[in-house]
Nanobody, 125 residues
Framework: QVQLVESEGGVVQTGGSLRLSCVASGRTFSNYPLGWFRQGPGKGREFVAAINWSGSSTSYGDSVKGRFTISRDNAKSTVYLQMNSLEPEDTAVYYC??????????????????WGQGTQVTVSS
């Protein structure tokens, strides 16, 4: 079992930056890929980014490429999402997620077993 707890989100202005973190406890954190997803108002859950077990490989959704960066610190059992050049369209509840098997970076919700409770990010125009 893995428990994931995201940091508090917040309200930022368009063009601003915010860093989310997610701390894991329970099973060995460093073995598996991690991901960030988001769900905007009235929308389905959307893939944002994923990172492999060592941090050497990352993948991003098209809407955030070049603006967001995912990273991890296995010594601290923490995954981060640095969000720059934020836009109102980035307003959403952000979730971190962990796979329980496999090493492939996946954008599919179904591939992730453990989920955080979500944290609200609001970008004001």
């Amino acid at each position: 079992q893995v428990q994931l707890v995201e940091s508090e989100g917040g309200v930022v202005q368009t063009g601003g930056s915010l860093r989310l973190s997610c701390v894991a406890s329970g099973r060995t954190f460093s073995n598996y890929p991690l991901g960030w997803f988001r769900q905007g108002p009235g929308k389905g859950r959307e893939f944002v980014a994923a990172i492999n077990w060592s941090g050497s490989s990352t993948s991003y959704g098209d809407s955030v490429k070049g603006r967001f960066t995912i990273s991890r610190d296995n010594a601290k059992s923490t995954v981060y999402l640095q969000m720059n050049s934020l836009e109102p369209e980035d307003t959403a509840v952000y979730y971190c997620a962990a796979r329980s098997a496999g090493r492939v970076l996946s954008p599919l919700i179904s591939e992730y077993t453990y989920w955080g409770q979500g944290t609200q990010v609001t970008v004001s125009s």
